[in-house]
């Protein structure tokens, strides 16, 4: 696979990170010239359609390189995907929502749908891949696809003048609700679970898809719980409820199936690697827990109002979860090599940045529910944790460079 495919990764990884760290300093140094929202609205974007895609797309062309036939489609697709999400980033920086970020934003959710395509016939002419994959990845794919009903609606509510009412939100989270929890979970699972395939390491396959049944059955409903704030009435309540808990009980069982798989990945990978994997997992649990919570009307009211504690989750969601789980498939996939030491570094000093990136925004979340007001140095803490993450990212991309050229 062309090594120029890994450089567009961390291409757009870097820019999400540079992105999010002009945004730190517009705390420090207001810019008249390009606005915040501009700024915020390319770096969010970026974050799920650019780095988040373009890293799950290229593990799963690593792992099927050698038997995909059709590699020219293949390269054809990375580069569009690619140029499409610069280009949509340039577009958000330049005007923020209008005609170019809206027009080419629409392109690349019709190249979404090409990727969907191509990874499912891939998927179709593979004859030794454990079921459960099969279900997670084309579980993924159905979410990615019902995902796109939230951008695409929000012309129809806004050309019926609702742009400023609640059905507005109500279509962004029915996005991110299904991008996050649908589409990257599941696909990142699905690779996973291809990878220990490969490694020949076991795990309870029944257990396995017992959870994926019990998680894709409660993804629905639980698209609820992020919209408690519209006063949905009890059915909202139930539905959100019963979505909460199904999803935390799928992510459960799955945690509990992989328990067998530590000792066996613990002979064949680096240390780095075995401790990203176990912060992957972590977070998953923690962020399944915290959702958990939002079925108390308190909590949830608590938290809907705390604009720090929703920027928190959803980058202990997207920086965390997602990006760390990437990092760790990288790892695992051999696209990047974990026994020098420059790369490890630059894991390290990822990780240090997500954590205080989280302390301070949760910090400030606590501080302000127990009427302390903004936590000392807030804007400080989250500028330092924005130039560790950009420097970490930085790092893993220069060891990647110096990687000899081999066969990824």
């Not at 974007?45 to 995909?68: E, N, P, Q």
């Not at 979410?143 to 507005?168: D, K, T, V, W």
């Amino acid at each position: 696979m062309p090594r120029l495919f890994i450089h567009f990764t961390f291409i757009l990884f870097t820019l999400t990170a540079l992105s999010g760290l002009w945004m730190r300093l517009f705390s420090f140094f207001p810019s008249s010239t390009i606005p915040y929202t501009n700024v915020m609205h390319a770096h969010s974007h970026l974050a799920i359609l650019g780095w988040a895609f373009i890293g799950v797309f290229l593990i799963f062309l690593t792992l099927f390189w050698k038997s995909i036939r059709q590699k020219r489609q293949a390269i054809a697709l990375m580069i569009t995907i690619f140029i499409t999400s610069f280009l949509m980033f340039t577009a958000f920086i330049y005007q923020g929502y209008g005609v170019y970020s809206i027009i080419i934003s629409s392109i690349h959710i019709f190249t979404e749908y090409w990727a969907a395509l191509f990874i499912y016939r891939q998927l179709k002419q593979q004859n030794n891949l454990p079921n459960t994959s099969r279900l997670f990845i084309n579980g993924s794919l159905i979410a990615l696809i019902i995902s796109s009903i939230g951008p695409f609606s929000l012309g129809f509510i806004s050309a019926n003048g609702l742009r400023n009412s609640p059905i507005f939100d109500m279509a962004i989270y029915f996005y991110l609700h299904f991008q996050y929890n649908g589409w990257l979970y599941l696909v990142l699972i699905g690779l996973f679970i291809i990878v220990l395939h490969q490694r020949r390491i076991h795990f309870h396959h029944s257990l396995v898809k017992t959870g994926f049944w019990i998680y894709f059955a409660a993804l629905f409903p639980g698209y609820f719980l992020s919209v408690l704030w519209g006063d949905l009435g009890s059915y909202g309540s139930i539905l959100a409820t019963i979505g909460s808990i199904g999803q935390w009980i799928g992510v459960l069982a799955l945690v509990v199936a992989f328990k067998g798989i530590w000792l066996h990945l613990y002979k064949q990978v680096n240390e780095i690697t075995i401790v990203c994997l176990w912060i992957t997992f972590f977070l998953l649990v923690v962020k399944s827990t915290m959702e958990l919570g939002l079925i108390s009307p308190t909590m949830a009211e608590l938290v809907y109002q705390t604009r720090s504690i929703i920027i928190g989750y959803l980058h202990f969601t997207l920086l965390g979860f997602v990006s760390i789980f990437i990092l760790t498939q990288y790892q695992l996939a051999r696209i990047i090599e974990t026994k020098k030491i420059l790369v490890q570094s630059g894991i390290i000093i990822f990780l240090i940045g997500f954590l205080v990136n989280e302390l301070f925004l949760f910090g400030d979340g606590l501080a302000r529910w127990c009427g302390f007001g903004s936590l000392p140095f807030f804007s400080q803490g989250l500028l330092a944790a924005s130039v560790l993450l950009a420097i970490g990212i930085l790092i893993i991309w220069l060891s990647f460079s110096r990687q000899k050229k081999q066969a990824v």
